[in-house]
């Protein structure tokens, strides 16, 4: 028997506005993630890479169709856990230390504080951050920063993890950083990843390339989106 599916979108879309002022930010959607995929949705700027990955997310609801999430549950089962996100922007709390940032969401979800931090210090540590762990976000670099939350994400322990152009605001160096801790992350917890970005080399990197043009998700590369 195969396994699940993560998440399956069954004709989903979404629609901001109404009437005459509508936007149609994603046409009815169909498509499947299953575990331990490594995706990339491509498109350029304001295509629906990120409302796709909202919907998927459970950040957003759909405005017709459905999304659900079968090996998972239902939204409510989602966080904090089996779905972890990255943002392209800064998402770390500027009052906290690195490791506090990362320990948060556990401690919210009712980790007690000696589990938390070690699983905080576990995930820092796999992603070559320990000696930035006691400073506070604006003592680090932007590539650091993401990769502290990507490090946040895997300490939730994941079983899919979604990264909205987590290298959008990065020089080459610092993305190639990010995009290595991100498929480290996937490797490490047997997680999928999928990762949406408007760099061709980002993608490069992932298994399987879905392309989405004016809020249309074409055939993915290699296939159909199952």
Not at 4 to 23: D, H, K, M, N, P
Not at 94 to 120: D, F, H, M
């Amino acid at each position: 028997m195969s396994a699940q599916a993560l998440v399956e979108c069954r004709g989903a879309s979404r629609v901001y506005g109404s009437g005459t002022a509508a936007t149609v930010a994603l046409e009815p959607t169909d498509c499947i993630v299953q575990p331990g995929e490594r995706i990339a949705i491509t498109g350029p700027s304001g295509s629906g890479k990120s409302t796709l990955l909202h919907l998927i997310a459970g950040l957003d609801r759909p405005s017709h169709g459905e999304v659900v999430w079968p090996a998972i549950g239902s939204v409510a089962d989602l966080r904090p856990g089996p779905v972890a996100v990255v943002f392209q922007g800064p998402s770390l709390l500027p009052p906290l230390t690195v490791i506090e940032n990362v320990e948060l969401p556990l401690t919210l979800a009712g980790v007690g504080a000696g589990t938390a931090g070690a699983r905080a210090a576990d995930a820092l540590a796999l992603l070559g951050l320990t000696d930035i762990r006691d400073k506070l976000p604006e003592e680090i670099s932007g590539g650091q920063a993401q990769r502290a939350a990507v490090a946040r994400a895997l300490a939730g322990d994941p079983s899919l993890l979604i990264a909205d152009e987590p290298t959008g605001q990065l020089d080459h160096a610092s993305a190639r950083d990010v995009v290595w801790a991100l498929l480290a992350t996937a490797h490490a917890l047997d997680a999928a990843l999928v990762v949406a970005t408007h760099d061709p080399e980002v993608a490069m990197e992932l298994d399987e390339t879905w392309e989405i043009h004016s809020g249309r998700l074409e055939t993915p590369v290699g296939g159909p989106a199952r």
